[in-house]
C-alpha cells in the first residue's frame, strides 16, 4: 500500500536549519506531483510547496519563499525540504503528500505521511 513517511523533524534555534526526507513507498514516485503541507497548533493545513514529477518545477508559497527549498531524488524514491531562516511561526507538523497533478490546495483525496514536528523555539 502506499506509503509516506517523514522524518527530520526536530527543535531548532531561530535563524537554524532543517532538512526534513518523505520516503514513499507502494506506488511508482517518479508519475506524481508531491508537495509539502505544514499545519500548527490550532490552525488548519497550509501548503507550503509543490515540486513537479520530474523535480524541474516548484513553488513555494509566500511565506517560505526564498528560505525553503523543495527537491526529490526519484532514484530513492524519496522528497526533501530544506528549511533555513527558520521562525517561530514555522513551528508545524509537516507532511508530505502525493497528488497526480499540480496541486497548491490540500485536498483529503491526497495520500499524505503521518508527520513530523518541527518546533523552532528559543
Known amino acids: 500500500q502506499v506509503q509516506l513517511v517523514e522524518s527530520g523533524g526536530a527543535w531548532v534555534q531561530p535563524g537554524g536549519s532543517l532538512r526534513l526526507s518523505c520516503k514513499a513507498s507502494?506506488?511508482?514516485?517518479?508519475?506524481?506531483?508531491m508537495y509539502w503541507v505544514r499545519q500548527a497548533p490550532g490552525k488548519g493545513l497550509e501548503w507550503i510547496s509543490t515540486i513537479s514529477v520530474g523535480g524541474n518545477a516548484r513553488t513555494y508559497a509566500d511565506s517560505v519563499k526564498g528560505r525553503f527549498t523543495i527537491s526529490r531524488d526519484n532514484a530513492k524514491n524519496t522528497l526533501y525540504l530544506q528549511m533555513n531562516s527558520l521562525e517561530s511561526e514555522d513551528t508545524a507538523v509537516y507532511y508530505c503528500a502525493r497528488s497526480p497533478k499540480f496541486t497548491m490546495v490540500p485536498s483529503e483525496d491526497d495520500d499524505r505521511g503521518q508527520g513530523t514536528q518541527v518546533t523552532v523555539s528559543s
Open positions: 507502494g506506488f511508482t514516485f517518479n508519475t506524481y506531483w
